[in-house]
């Protein structure tokens, strides 16, 4: 039975980097050919490198480590589905962020961490999923508010590009930079942040 080790690192962008995942990675000895990375984001699986880990190079009796749940998906269906998948494959899961899943238990005793893992993998993927949530719905209430202070005010309101929420969101998460915001909305710097201003003050005026 094949017992190889491989590490798995995603970022959401192209603009950001894979430094503190692969430092991690190669902190356990890991060898840079066992190593596959994506940019791109985890709102879905869609994802070249993480497809070809699952299709074609992963095994039963192998291992996978990643830096943190998110790095699989940030939809907690999904990543229950994963955890699921790779149990069925006979494939082991390592999540450098969750210590109890990097302990080596003789067979009889691993049932006591399998259920600790259980609970701790169900509060993080609801916790990581919540989060988005939360934020996308103070998005919308953010920019609801925002048109009907503009109107009752008289004032005329800012005007925000098409895809500003879906980018907004991803830039509060830490997933690109403002320098990548800007660059996919078509703003310049002072509009930008003339824009975050009047949205996250109208964003604190409706909690």
Do not use: C
């Not at 259920?115 to 169900?122: A, G, K, S, T, Y």
């Amino acid at each position: 039975m094949s017992s190889r080790t491989y590490y798995y690192a995603r970022v959401s962008s192209t603009e950001q980097n894979l430094d503190r995942q692969l430092e991690a990675f190669k902190a356990m000895g890991a060898d840079d050919r066992a190593v596959i990375t994506d940019k791109a984001s985890g709102k879905d699986l869609e994802r070249a490198g993480y497809q070809a880990l699952k299709s074609t190079i992963l095994r039963s009796g192998d291992t996978l480590v990643i830096k943190s749940l998110d790095r699989l998906s940030r939809n907690k269906s999904d990543i229950k589905g994963e955890l699921e998948f790779f149990k069925q494959q006979g494939i082991r899961l390592k999540v450098l962020d969750l210590p109890t899943t990097l302990i080596d238990l003789p067979e009889e005793q691993s049932w006591i961490f399998d259920m600790i893992n259980n609970i701790l993998i169900e509060v993080l993927a609801s916790i990581a999923e919540q989060g988005r949530i939360t934020i996308r719905q103070r998005q919308r209430e953010g920019i609801d508010a925002a048109k009907k202070q503009g109107k009752h005010l008289g004032r005329k309101p800012m005007l925000y590009p098409a895809d500003w929420g879906e980018n907004y969101l991803l830039w509060k998460e830490g997933e690109i930079t403002a320098n990548e915001f800007m660059r996919r909305t078509g703003l310049k710097r002072t509009t930008f942040y003339k824009l975050v201003k009047n949205y996250e003050e109208v964003d604190d005026m409706s909690e």
